[in-house]
């Protein structure tokens, strides 16, 4: 059940019109009254003798009382609406909602005799309407501030009490959303975003990819964005605005966003605080490992979201919200929609109302810069290794959300998963092949050997890995552990541990890069068996599946 208050308005008896009117589209059915501040307000729905003259007359009575005193914008709407999954609601049940709403909101307290007149309005099955007119009997305001946030704390306990959908609810760091006219004006000009979104993922690319103030600055203007950089008398930066080269207003100039009215986290006071904690020369050489480092860092999150205080988990998914927009960047052209929508949906994650402690993460946020200087992994499978280390990450990041009722960005943070899932399943096709490839030439003793390793490691999941397609290739990553001097067993186990293993469609593929980041194996030397394959030991598919 949400909650939605309009901008104060000057007319009772326009919204009225609206209320009582057919709608838009026709949409309104039977509108009537389903309470109102005295019980006997006039109701023009059901009652033929009632008009919406004197109904206007009723409510705007101590405006008129009131004179100058009385608030310009005096007309306060509040529109309330169930989910559409929620059982029908009786008219006596809206009623009591809507006084709930009202005494939370400060609008009409219970048991106030001076509070303001107002009424409920129903004309669909799944909403009401509240009109009240912002004059108490004492012919002063009402105290409503923080209005809309009383009301939703109020709809979350009615929705509790009868039992209705629990809506995730923010924390008011969310993104502003784009106006309607923001909206038509894309349309109108064929762009498939608005200016506001299309600034925000170039400022959230760009802060991912900077290593200092003016390379942020210098990545948006080389991306076909204006800025403007405002500066305080001393010269100290105090902030900034962008504008999207081509976007103009009625006048011909550009239409400006400064970085807070993009995002929270896009201010330029957090955009330096983020960008103090990694390393500040542009001139640092590319690293052979990023790839392998960030994969490592990434790998960690989970089991850091776990044990960190509150500051260094939100610094922690901070930064992973920094690598699921870098990513695009340096990902395949045919990965790069799915990469870019788990990227948008993880932005409402990266944020809430705990301040990140960004210090903590900076060794995290240097290996996501780094993998920007260094080229693409030719072979797809350090891809594939970080695709799966982040997706991890990600559930993991769900579940520190909903354990602090973060409830939007747990939501986020699902949906992100999901897009990260399909680009990890598509990313894994080609390197996943070439491995299993190698293991469908091991000799059959070394199958032997790890596939008693996989039931001592994993005495439940044994039987189904054994018989999944994917098992040469975990065959053959676990002979390259224990060529690297790990125990294949106790590797196993570890990689088992991880969370979400159970979603897996298929167990030996996900441990399969699990191994591969756990025990830091070299890609280009993955696996060789330990004795040559020959026609009497290879192993044909149906012959590994008659020994077991």
């Not at 500051?311 to 870019?340: F, K, N, Y």
Request: net charge positive; charged share 25%; with cysteine.
């Amino acid at each position: 059940m949400i909650a939605n208050i309009v901008k104060p308005g000057r007319k009772t008896r326009g919204v009225l019109n609206y209320l009582y009117g057919p709608g838009r589209t026709n949409e309104h059915a039977d509108p009537h009254l389903v309470a109102s501040f005295d019980g006997f307000a006039p109701d023009p729905g059901r009652d033929h003798d009632a008009t919406l003259a004197q109904l206007t007359a009723v409510l705007d009575l101590r405006v008129m009382q009131a004179g100058e005193r009385a608030p310009k914008e005096h007309v306060w709407h509040c529109s309330i609406r169930a989910a559409p999954e929620d059982r029908p609601l009786s008219d006596e049940e809206w009623a009591t909602i809507g006084r709930r709403v009202l005494n939370a909101t400060g609008i009409a307290p219970a048991g106030d005799p001076d509070a303001c007149r107002w009424i409920a309005v129903r004309h669909a099955n799944d909403h009401i309407h509240i009109v009240a007119t912002k004059v108490r009997g004492d012919l002063r305001p009402p105290r409503n501030w923080n209005d809309y946030l009383h009301a939703d704390n109020e709809l979350v306990a009615i929705e509790k009490e009868y039992g209705l959908r629990q809506v995730p609810r923010g924390d008011r760091t969310a993104a502003k959303q784009s106006t309607r006219a923001e909206q038509e004006k894309a349309h109108r000009t064929g762009r498939p975003q608005t200016a506001r979104e299309r600034l925000r993922i170039t400022a959230r690319t760009a802060l991912a990819a900077a290593t200092t103030q003016e390379g942020f600055f210098t990545f948006l203007e080389g991306s076909g964005v204006l800025v403007e950089i405002q500066r305080s008398p001393s010269g100290d930066i105090r902030g900034y605005k962008t504008a999207l080269d081509g976007d103009t207003n009625k006048d011909g100039r550009p239409v400006w966003f400064s970085g807070s009215t993009l995002a929270p986290d896009l201010s330029y006071p957090k955009i330096s605080e983020r960008l103090a904690s990694a390393e500040t020369s542009s001139a640092i050489p590319p690293e052979p490992d990023a790839w392998r480092r960030l994969a490592k860092a990434t790998d960690r999150v989970p089991d850091l979201l776990a044990i960190s205080d509150d500051r260094t988990g939100q610094a922690h998914i901070a930064v992973l919200a920094e690598t699921l927009d870098a990513l695009p960047l340096v990902a395949p052209a045919d990965l790069r929609p799915q990469l870019m929508r788990a990227a948008g949906a993880f932005e409402r994650a990266g944020r809430s109302r705990i301040r990140a402690h960004h210090q903590q993460a900076h060794a995290t946020r240097n290996a996501v810069k780094a993998i920007l200087r260094e080229p693409s992994p030719k072979d797809g499978a350090a891809f594939a290794i970080l695709l799966d280390a982040l997706l991890l990450a990600v559930i993991a990041a769900r579940h520190w959300h909903q354990t602090h009722h973060h409830d939007q960005q747990a939501e986020a943070a699902r949906e992100a998963a999901e897009h990260l899932r399909a680009a990890y399943q598509a990313a894994t096709v080609q390197p996943i092949a070439v491995i299993h490839q190698r293991g469908r030439h091991l000799a059959l003793f070394l199958h032997e050997q790890h596939a008693a390793v996989a039931r001592q490691a994993l005495p439940d999941l044994a039987e189904r890995i054994l018989a999944e397609p994917g098992w040469p290739a975990l065959a053959a990553t676990l002979v390259a552990t224990k060529k690297a001097g790990h125990d294949p067993a106790a590797l196993l186990t570890q990689a088992a541990r991880h969370r979400e293993l159970d979603t897996a469609t298929s167990y030996s593929e996900v441990l399969t890069w699990r191994l591969n980041r756990l025990a830091d194996l070299p890609q280009h030397t993955q696996l060789i068996a330990t004795e040559p394959p020959s026609p009497a030991r290879a192993v044909r598919p149906t012959q590994q599946r008659r020994t077991r």
